[in-house]
C-alpha cells in the first residue's frame, strides 16, 4: 500500500531534521559557490558596497565566478552609480538643488547600512529595478534555492504540493522589504511635505538671462493663489500616508498592509484629480512663448497619466486583495 502525500511529506521532514541535527553537531557548514577572492563570499558582498559604486566595479572585475558576490557588485554599481549621477544633476538646479542633493544623500546613506548589513547576514536583499538587473546579468536566480552562494536544498518529495514560499519570495514578501518600503515612504512623504509648505515659491520656470552684461538665472513663479486651495489637501494626504506607513512597520499584517495600500493610493488618485480640476498654474509670465504654450499640456498629460496609472493600479491591488482572501492566502 503507497504512501499517502502527507505521510511522505511527514517522513521527508523528519528525515530532513535528523541530517541538520548531525551536521550541527559535527560542526559542518554548507559549502559555498568557488570563489575567485580569497574572501567568505558575505564578506566580498559587503565590500562591494563600502565604496558605493567604485567598489562594486572592482569586485565586479575581480570576481568571476561566485554570483552572490557579483549580484551585490552589479546593484551597488547601478543603485549608487544612479544616486550619484541623479544628485550631481539635481544639484545644479538654481535654488533648490542643495535640497534635493541632501534627500539623495540621506536615502544613499539609508542604503548604504542596510545593504552592508544584508550582504553581511549572505542575503541577497533586492532594490527594486536595480535588484532585477543585477539578478539577470549575475546569473542568479532569486526563484530557485541557490540564491546566498550555498548548496541547493535537498529536492522536495514527489507528489506534493509545496505550502511555502520559495526563498527568492523574501525579495517581495520578507519582513524588512517590507520595513524598508515603508521607511521609504514615511521619509519620501515627509520630504515632500517640507518642501511643498515652505519651498513652494522655489516652483518656478527658471530662464538664463543677462543683466547688465551678466548671465543670471530669473526665476518666473508659475503657482497662483488657487495653489494654497490645493495645499491642505496634499498635506492631510501626506500626513495620513507618513502616520500609516509607521503603523504598518509595527503592525505586518498582510489585509491591514494591503488594505492600508489600496486607500492611500485612491486618496493619492483624489489629490491628482484635485490638482487637475484647481490646475493652479500661470505660465503666461514665462518669457519663451514656446515653453508657454507647451508647459500646460506637459502637465495636463503627466497628471491625466498619473491618474490613470493610480487608478488602474489600485483597481488591480483591490482584486489582488479580494482573491487572496477567497483562497485564504491573505498572509505573508
Known sequence: MGLSPEERRRIYEEEKARIEAEAK????????????????????????YVLGWISGIVFLILEQKNRFVRFHAIQSIIVFGSLNLA??????????????????GVLAFVLWIVLMVKAYHNQLYKIP??????????????????????????????????????????????????????????????????????????????????INDVSQWVRYPILTGDFNTWLPILTIVLILTIIAHAILIIFDHYLLREATLIVLNILSFGVVI?????????????????????????????LIVSAVGLG?????????????????????
Open 274 to 302: 484635485a490638482l487637475l480640476v484647481i490646475n493652479p498654474f500661470d505660465f503666461s509670465q514665462i518669457p519663451s512663448a514656446a515653453w508657454a504654450g507647451a508647459l500646460p499640456v506637459i502637465i495636463n498629460v503627466v
Open 312 to 332: 488602474i493600479g489600485t483597481l488591480v491591488s483591490f482584486i489582488k486583495l479580494i482573491v487572496n482572501v477567497v483562497k485564504r492566502a491573505a498572509s505573508y
Open 25 to 48: 553537531l559535527k560542526g559542518e557548514q554548507p559549502k559555498t559557490e568557488p570563489v575567485t577572492i580569497n574572501l567568505e563570499p558575505n564578506i566580498a558582498g559587503l565590500l562591494c
Open 87 to 104: 544628485g550631481t544633476i539635481l544639484g545644479h538646479i538654481p535654488w533648490i538643488g542643495p535640497f534635493f542633493g541632501a534627500v539623495i
Open 129 to 210: 529595478l536595480a535588484g532585477g538587473l543585477a539578478e539577470k546579468y549575475s546569473g542568479v536566480s532569486t526563484g530557485g534555492g541557490n540564491i546566498e552562494g550555498k548548496e541547493t536544498e535537498p529536492p522536495q518529495p514527489p507528489q506534493t504540493t509545496p505550502t511555502k514560499a520559495k526563498a527568492g519570495d523574501q525579495f517581495k514578501t520578507g519582513r524588512w522589504g517590507r520595513i524598508t518600503a515603508s521607511s521609504f515612504a514615511i521619509a519620501w512623504s515627509f520630504a515632500w511635505l517640507i518642501f511643498l509648505n515652505f519651498f513652494n515659491q522655489y516652483i518656478a520656470f527658471y530662464h538664463l538671462e543677462k
